[in-house]
Each structure stands twice: as structure tokens, then as C-alpha cells.
């Protein structure tokens, strides 16, 4: 069935260290990908998406490319910061609908 | 702002009390869903609402109800609190049902603790 495996935590960086979180899926087709971030005591907000296959998400300095040859969706970010210590999900939609299956969540921690 | 909003933050109960949980939104989405993650989880769908339309994840326990009045409002029913039902509980719209490319846009969540 569809799912979603993300990489186990917890990661610890220094400061403007650089970050990759794997993430890879099962799919019949080609789904939609997301990364969401859910920061301490905060409900999650979307970071990036791609539609498509060889499409690539970027927002506040993170980047993931859709890569159907590896059926993966990797966040990196070349320079991490304090305030990006957060907990990341990556998801996709569950069958055709828009409601969402998570990975396991990446817990991403940044010391100065 | 147009938002999700989740009332309230923190809900404390006693086991087998039952409970409510609300949620808002002023984007004037369809879909409505109820998602819970439980302590360093993902977090895992209960059920959504496209417009009146309930739709029931087969895994969801009976002690789950939920209920949409209208467009702009969604609750949680627990029937009957267990222990194991302690956990956030995560509100989110969507402005259609199929597709998959939409963004689901969150509340901040109601964090459950049962005594």
C-alpha cells in the first residue's frame, strides 16, 4: 500500500552546518510530495511540495527534488540555522485524495 | 488572517469522560480533517468531512464521532476517553478532496490528557 519512510532521528547539526533528511515512498503512479515542519508546541506548516516527477520544492533555504527513478524526496539545506530545530514530516497524499500519510518524523536539532 | 483555529490548546479530562474539540477556519475550504499524533509520532488521519460528506478511516475507533454544523466549524466527539487516547489532536483543511497536489493548512492542535 502507499507509504512513507523518512529517516530516524534525532538529527543534531551546528549552525551552518549542511542538512539532508532522506524520505522515500511506495506508489502506484506518481503522487505529490510534501514536507511539513512542525515546530515546538506548534500544529505543522507546509515547508515545500512538488507535483511532479523531476520537480524541485524550495523554501527558506531547503530544497527536495522529486525523483521517481528512486522514489525519493530528499530535504537539504545547505546552511542550517538555530530556528530551524524542528521535528520534519514528509508526506503524500493517501490513494488519489488529499488527505495525507506521514513519515515517521526527522527531529532536526541546532546548537550555535 | 485566514487560519485554522483550534479550541482549546490543552484539554484535560478523566478516563471515560467524554470530551469535545473544535475547530475554525475562515479559508472557506471543503474538506475538514481530524488527524491524532501521539508522542513522537507521525501524525495519523481519523476521518475528514468533504462539505457534509463524512468519510471514516477503517481503522478509527467507534469511540471517535465527529460532526460539521457548517462550513467554518468541525468537532471531535470522544465518546469514552481511554489512556491511550491521550495525545494532539491536529484539525487541517484542504480546499478539495482529490487531486493530492493540495495543501493541507493546520491549527495548532489540542493536546488531550487523560487522567
Known amino acids: 500500500g502507499d507509504s512513507v519512510t523518512q529517516m530516524e532521528g534525532p538529527v543534531t547539526l551546528s549552525e551552518e552546518a549542511f542538512l539532508t533528511i532522506n524520505c522515500t515512498y511506495t506508489a502506484t503512479g506518481y503522487p505529490s510530495l510534501f514536507w511539513y515542519v512542525q515546530y515546538p508546541g506548534e500544529g505543522l506548516q507546509l515547508l515545500l511540495k512538488?507535483?511532479?516527477?523531476?520537480d524541485k520544492g524550495s523554501n527558506k533555504g531547503f530544497e527536495a527534488t522529486y525523483r521517481k527513478e528512486t522514489t525519493s524526496f530528499h530535504l537539504e539545506k545547505g546552511s542550517v540555522q538555530v530556528s530551524d530545530s524542528a521535528v520534519y514530516f514528509c508526506a503524500r497524499p493517501l490513494g488519489a485524495g488529499t488527505a495525507l500519510i506521514f513519515g515517521k518524523g526527522t527531529t532536526l536539532s541546532v546548537s550555535s | 488572517d485566514a487560519m485554522v483555529i483550534q479550541n482549546p490548546r490543552y484539554q484535560v479530562t478523566q478516563f471515560g469522560k467524554p470530551v469535545t474539540l473544535s475547530c475554525s477556519q475562515t479559508?472557506?475550504?471543503?474538506?475538514m480533517y481530524w488527524y491524532q499524533q501521539k508522542s513522537s509520532q507521525a501524525p495519523k488521519l481519523l476521518f475528514h468531512?468533504?462539505?457534509?460528506?463524512?468519510?471514516n478511516e477503517a481503522d478509527t475507533p467507534d469511540n471517535f464521532q465527529s460532526r460539521r454544523p457548517n462550513t467554518s466549524f468541525c468537532f471531535l466527539d470522544i465518546r469514552s476517553p481511554g489512556l491511550g487516547d491521550a495525545a494532539m489532536y491536529l484539525c487541517?483543511?484542504?480546499?478539495?478532496?482529490?487531486?493530492?497536489?493540495?495543501?493541507?493548512?493546520f491549527g495548532p492542535g489540542t493536546r488531550l490528557t487523560v487522567l
Open positions: 512538488a507535483t511532479k516527477a523531476d
Open positions: 479559508l472557506n475550504h471543503n474538506v
Open positions: 487541517a483543511t484542504s480546499r478539495d478532496r482529490w487531486g493530492g497536489a493540495d495543501t493541507q493548512y
Open positions: 468531512y468533504y462539505d457534509k460528506d463524512f468519510n
